[in-house]
């Protein structure tokens, strides 16, 4: 009787350990930016870019439709290239940005496209006003770093977002109310 009551509990605990939960990454702020551009009355493009941001994925490298992932920034810390630039972004034309506004993106879903790409839903909080987005995601690689010697990941991800469905659209359509946004971050395992 005892036997198969114990290769029972063998057998559970086998399947148990097969089914791999997500593990938390920590992104590498030193090699994580979000650039956006835009068209400038037709004549020019601007740059934008954020960096230096927090954020965690949760990935399932056996099941990555079960991972998911969050991340913020202030808004005060995006990089225009120009002072000027930068305060008429951060003036009540645009975000009329406090210390304590924040840029955060949390995902809702994970559709797997492929080996290595995905589109990532969330909802991205921005100026206030929540909405859902679409990530165009790849998972550039992942594996034990070379310098580091931990396991560590790397993604990158597009998305278009409209300027006016954030409150933001001031002066739109002569510049552009549709912003490009490109995604390139690193994640360490964590402890």
């Known amino acids: 009787m005892k036997t198969p009551l114990l290769a029972a509990g063998f057998l559970a605990a086998v399947a148990t350990a097969a089914v791999a939960e997500p593990e938390a990454y920590v992104l590498d702020s030193s090699h994580s930016q979000i650039v956006f551009h835009y068209n400038h009355l037709g004549f020019s493009t601007g740059y934008g870019m954020f960096s230096g941001f927090e954020g965690e994925i949760d990935y399932d490298a056996e099941d990555p439709a079960n991972s998911s992932v969050t991340v913020s920034m202030p808004v005060k810390s995006m990089i225009t290239g120009w002072e000027a630039r930068f305060d008429h972004f951060m ?24 080996d290595n790409t995905a589109l990532i839903t969330g909802d991205l909080t ?11 995601a790849v998972l550039n690689q992942a594996g034990e770093h070379p310098m580091e010697g931990k396991q560590w990941a790397g993604f990158s991800a597009t998305t278009t977002l409209v300027r006016s469905d954030y409150d933001l659209g001031m002066f739109a359509p002569y510049v552009s109310d549709e912003v490009e946004v490109e995604i390139s971050v690193e994640a360490m395992k964590a402890e």
Do not use: H, Q, R
């Not at 009540?92 to 304590?100: I, K, N």
């Open 91 to 114: 003036s009540d034309d645009f975000f009329g940005a406090t210390d304590e506004d924040m840029v955060t993106f949390t995902s809702t879903g994970i559709e797997v496209t492929g």
């Open 126 to 136: 921005l100026n206030g006003v929540t909405k859902e987005v679409v990530l165009d």
